[in-house]
């Protein structure tokens, strides 16, 4: 029986080292390196909420970030007002309305960015100021800003609640 110096033992763990666990780091690192570049590029979001009681919006991107191989998807129930779903991609900004209790969807390709999807609730402000409130918030308020010497409003909340439509960022 051979006794085996520091120099052999070295040697062998090296060549052992090169042959077996080199090759499996270097597999590991490209299959993480690859799922890191994959979930950068990817851009698959699904919101679901429910904005006023009994109601549904439902909003989908998926596809590859700065390019157009998705879909831009948003559906909205509301169970006693006429509505409309809205989405913003490649086509631009579409548009589907739907009666009381009807699903209303719009549907298309996304853009390279600036996606976005929304709903519009076609509400009598009287009848949305009779509305219980959500989360302690009552009265109605409006933020408002200047462009040009003009005053638009932003987006008009009654009762915690946005009147009429809101677009996802």
Same mark, same amino acid.
């Given at each position: 029986?051979?006794?085996?110096?520091?120099?052999? !033992?070295? !040697?062998?763990?090296?060549?052992?080292?090169?042959?077996?666990?080199?090759?499996?780091?270097k597999?590991?690192?490209?299959? %993480?390196?690859?799922?890191?570049? @994959?979930?950068?590029?990817?851009?698959?979001y699904?919101?679901?909420?429910?904005p006023?009681?009994?109601?549904? /919006?439902?909003? @989908?991107l998926?596809?590859?970030? !700065?390019?157009?191989?998705?879909? &831009?998807?948003?559906? +909205? !129930?509301?169970?006693?007002?006429?509505? $409309?779903?809205?989405?913003?991609?490649?086509?631009?900004?579409? &548009?589907?309305? $739907?009666?009381?209790?009807? /699903?209303? &969807?719009?549907?298309?390709? =996304? %853009?390279?960015?600036g996606?976005k999807?929304? +709903?519009?609730?076609?509400?009598?402000?009287?009848? $949305?100021?009779?509305?219980?409130?959500i989360n302690?918030?009552s009265?109605? +308020?409006?933020?408002?800003?200047?462009?040009?010497? =003009?005053d638009? $409003?932003?987006?008009? &909340?009654?009762?915690? +609640?946005?009147?009429?439509d809101?677009?996802? @960022?």
């Amino acid at each position: 029986m051979s006794i085996i110096n520091k120099e052999q !033992l070295i !040697l062998a763990l090296g060549e052992q080292f090169t042959k077996e666990v080199l090759p499996y780091l270097k597999d590991k690192t490209a299959n %993480a390196f690859d799922e890191f570049i @994959n979930d950068l590029f990817n851009s698959n979001y699904t919101s679901i909420s429910q904005p006023y009681p009994d109601s549904m /919006w439902i909003s @989908n991107l998926d596809g590859t970030k !700065l390019l157009t191989n998705g879909i &831009v998807t948003c559906a +909205y !129930l509301h169970p006693t007002e006429e509505h $409309a779903a809205i989405s913003i991609g490649s086509l631009g900004r579409k &548009v589907s309305r $739907a009666y009381a209790g009807k /699903w209303a &969807v719009s549907i298309q390709t =996304k %853009a390279r960015k600036g996606n976005k999807t929304g +709903y519009k609730t076609f509400e009598n402000e009287d009848e $949305a100021i009779k509305r219980k409130s959500i989360n302690n918030h009552s009265g109605k +308020y409006a933020k408002y800003f200047n462009f040009n010497g =003009k005053d638009f $409003a932003i987006r008009k &909340v009654i009762n915690g +609640y946005y009147l009429n439509d809101y677009l996802d @960022n």
